[in-house]
């Protein structure tokens, strides 16, 4: 049985490529058109179709362990984080080498914020590789997901050397790249930290919170006229991105353009300030887990910080509470276009604006796209029809205005 790395509910998941039934039993005939649906809705990222037909392919075949995984992967993103470790103890009770079962454990507890537990559970995911056929570039995620614990624990020697191992197994891991850099930097390494910013970014150069960390190393080193590109281009297509605009006006203040400079910083708060706002955003949603606008605001804080990956996660919270909304599907699209998924983002809002076309903000995060697609003309048509549904809407008649 192998196990492939894939996003499932914009979560790193470890899934089952191909499974084998356990102790030799057999899927009764009636389970198995639930089943291929419901591995076709985990495919979709389709949340509450996935978790309606695990329980049908258990009414036929209680325990199965691909419908328990299934169950775990859907609780876990649900935020039941306990529901989700009973689900996944229970894959491992009846197949003890079933792929990807200790690593999401792993994630759930990381997700839960309990990370010495999650080391212990990609541990075991790594011991099960010893023995299972893995490939080199699964065994990195589950280094590099390590490292995420141990940074957040603050082992700092401990989270360098998984994400070193995680390069060594993939030497293009952007993610394990990136997470060298935020050690190296906090160890006051900047030269070192920008080299590993660089090569994330080379690997992954539709990423915007990597391109962030380059423009921020080079300000840091004092390289402010090499920043300056960088920056701008994270605020261009980023705008509520606080930290872009600060450093951005840092560069342009040390390089003489004072004025524009400190137009910059005064869209800023204060890189203190934004931290106290994420800290008191995500005590509101331990507070109120099933509040979609605690999840909501804490994704806005994260992106604003270059958080991505988590506000993704954030951001998917709340549409599990609230699926379909507008706002969120919109602000989704947007994120998707930060960390890179141009042909996600365009999927996603030309659905948006064809389920309600009177939409005026997923016509403007449209022609964004299309921009970035160097689709001059179906980004002005966009931003008319923005400006058609809200004439008030100062963003898009500022990128109208650039066009001409």
């Not at 030497?171 to 790249?177: D, L, P, R």
């Not at 001059?376 to 931003?383: I, L």
Request: with cysteine; hydrophobic share 45%; net charge positive.
């Amino acid at each position: 049985m192998k196990c492939c790395m894939r996003l499932v509910f914009g979560l790193l998941l470890l899934t089952a490529c191909r499974q084998n039934p356990p102790d030799s039993a057999q899927l009764p005939p009636q389970a198995e058109p639930f089943l291929r649906q419901m591995q076709q809705a985990l495919a979709a990222q389709q949340l509450a179709p996935a978790l309606a037909l695990a329980d049908s392919v258990e009414r036929y075949a209680p325990g199965w362990p691909e419908a328990l995984f299934v169950r775990g992967l859907v609780y876990m993103q649900q935020r039941r984080h306990e529901a989700a470790a009973a689900a996944f103890r229970q894959v491992l009770e009846r197949q003890p080498h079933y792929p990807g079962a200790w690593f999401n454990l792993g994630q759930n507890a990381a997700l839960a914020r309990r990370y010495r537990e999650a080391i212990g559970y990609y541990r075991n995911e790594l011991k099960l590789a010893e023995e299972v056929p893995t490939s080199p570039q699964t065994r990195a995620a589950v280094w590099a997901q390590m490292g995420s614990a141990y940074e957040q624990l603050a082992r700092d020697d401990s989270a360098r050397a998984a994400y070193a191992q995680a390069l060594r197994l993939d030497s293009t891991y952007a993610e394990a790249h990136a997470g060298l850099s935020r050690l190296l930097e906090r160890a006051g390494r900047y030269e070192e930290a920008l080299r590993h910013a660089e090569q994330a970014m080379a690997l992954a150069p539709a990423r915007l919170d990597y391109r962030y960390r380059v423009g921020a190393l080079l300000v840091q080193l004092g390289r402010f006229e090499e920043a300056i590109p960088y920056l701008q281009t994270v605020v261009q297509y980023w705008p509520g991105h606080d930290g872009a605009a600060y450093n951005l006006g840092r560069a342009l203040i040390a390089t003489g353009r004072t004025d524009v400079g400190q137009r910059y910083l005064a869209r800023t708060d204060s890189l203190q300030k934004l931290t106290e706002k994420l800290l008191h955003a995500r005590r509101r949603t331990e507070l109120q887990p099933d509040d979609p606008d605690a999840w909501s605001a804490y994704a806005r804080l994260l992106m604003e910080a270059g958080y991505l990956d988590q506000a993704y996660t954030a951001l998917q919270t709340a549409l599990t509470l609230v699926p379909g909304n507008l706002a969120l599907l919109s602000n989704l699209a947007t994120l998707q276009l930060a960390m890179g998924d141009t042909t996600g983002a365009l999927k996603g809002l030309q659905l948006l604006v064809r389920a309600d076309s009177s939409f005026a903000e997923g016509w403007f995060n449209l022609g964004v796209v299309y921009a970035m697609l160097g689709d001059t003309g179906a980004a002005r048509a966009a931003w008319q029809r923005t400006l058609r549904l809200n004439p008030e809407h100062e963003a898009a008649r500022a990128y109208l205005g650039r066009l001409q």
